[in-house]
């Protein structure tokens, strides 16, 4: 049995762990909850699953939570901090990292240093701070075990073999709702069309994400710390099936793929099982179903997030946490209509130039990189045409 926090519980990839755990009572329990502002299903959460504990990090949301949970054996914490502390509890044997963003980071920083099994879901997490994080892992023997779909296949491609065999890596792309479009097309795309995505239902931010491939910017970021790669053995491919989730080859031109249908739940429950592969009933993939599978080479000069991501990659240091910072404001601006879909690259682009580069950044460079990103690139959204309506 398997004692799982769920970080970020009410959220897509929160949502659906539960129902893994769900199918599987013999295997997982849960000690830990924790959300942000959707009080509500928290509280839905906990009366259904029973935790030790749930953490409601918007600090206005606790008398609320507190208040609904007063009848059950539940603590309630509040804040980000109090997830730093739960996660390294002794009753936790997994935690499940599915917060959205940079505000992710610490709570696993802080289950890394206890040493605990992660499955992550929360790329911003590796993407800001992924040396420092994987060097603590070792350090503390802490396995990461990946969430997101890519590195789970590649993950699984790599059981049984040792990494100093792999040649590279090639991550695969739906290429988003926008696929094949220009620029004259994108200017005009509005939040509404660029969250309906073709094949996966997700989280608004890696929705838009999706859209303008930073999604896959910061999964090569992602992939160079999980498995430590060299930037060159970094690919892309644009495979609008999403079927195979990616593939690894190896020093002798061997290529290893997983494949199948699109599905977060699946990688949500190989990384929860690891090291045991677990039975689901899950929809089968069928060859009739799809005739035929796409590749093509992804487009660098429309989807201009993709080469920014790629760059921050190459130059490393603190560019990623930049490139990081300066999107999830870009994309939080562009859901609510306040910046236009290609303005999202300029103003990326614009704050990677502003901010001090820092090529051995410590924790605390990251978080003040973090920080000063925030505030350049929100002064660029307000200058925005389109923030004055
Ligand atoms: P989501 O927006 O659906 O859920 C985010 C969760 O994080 C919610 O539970 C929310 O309460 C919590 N949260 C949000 N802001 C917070 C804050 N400031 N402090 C603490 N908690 C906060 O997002 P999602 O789609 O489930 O994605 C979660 C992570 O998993 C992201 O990093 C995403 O890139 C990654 N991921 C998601 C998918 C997917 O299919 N959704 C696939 C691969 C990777
Ligand atoms: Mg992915």
Redesign the pocket.
Known sequence: MKRLAIL???????TQALEVVAAHPDLFEVEVL?????DTLLVEQAIKFKPNAVVV?DESKYEAVKAALHAYPVKVFAG?KSLNEVVQWDTVDVVLG????F??LHSILAAVDAGKYVAL????TLVVAGELVMKRAAEKGSLIVP???EHSAIFQCLVGESSRTIEKVILTASGGPFLGKKPNFLVNVKASHALQHPN?T?????TIDSATLMNKGLEMIEAKWLFGLQNEQIEVTIHPQSIVHSLVQFNDGSLKAQLGLPD?KLPIQYALAFPHRIHNDFKRFDFKDFPKLNFEAPDYKTFRNLALAKDAMFKGGNAPCVLNAANEVVVHAFLQNKVGFMEMSEMIEQTLEQVNFIEHPTLEDYENSDKEARIRVQELVKKSQLSTY
């Open positions: 970020g519980s009410t959220g897509s990839i929160g924790s959300a942000h502002s959707n990090t980000l599915a917060i959205v963003g505000a992710g879901a929360n790329k911003e969430v997101d779909s996966w997700m989280g608004a931010k890696i977060m």
